[in-house]
């Protein structure tokens, strides 16, 4: 088992800043992709970043890149999500998820998800 706990989600202007933090605890739980989703208001869920357990090879959903940057502390079992520049459309509910392979929506380990919300 894995357990997940975001943290760092609240309201901030557009062109704003947030940090997100999601700290991992469990059995072998820093070999484990983790990623980023969030998920709007009559929409899917939806990956925003992701990186593997070694902290190579992070993936960015188009609609983020350049503005949003995730990253890991394996001492910690700590994974972060910088965001940047943040827009209206940014508004969502953010969760972290673990998984051993990769991850998606799909995985079976998720936090309880923070809310972000970017006014105009």
């Known amino acids: 088992q894995v357990q997940l706990v975001e943290s760092g989600g609240g309201l901030v202007q557009a062109g704003g800043s947030l940090r997100l933090s999601c700290a991992a605890s469990?059995?072998?739980?820093?070999?484990?992709?983790m990623g980023w989703f969030r998920q709007a208001p009559g929409k899917e869920r939806e990956i925003v970043a992701r990186i593997m357990w070694s902290g190579a090879s992070p993936f960015y959903a188009d609609s983020v890149k350049g503005r949003f940057t995730i990253s890991r502390d394996s001492g910690k079992n700590t994974v972060y999500l910088q965001m940047n520049r943040l827009k209206p459309e940014d508004t969502a509910v953010y969760y972290c998820?673990?998984?051993?392979?990769?991850?998606?929506?799909?995985?079976?380990?998720w936090g309880q998800g923070t809310q972000v919300t970017v006014s105009s």
């Open positions: 469990g059995r072998t739980s820093s070999r484990y992709d």
């Open positions: 998820a673990a998984d051993p392979m990769l991850v998606s929506t799909h995985s079976a380990y």
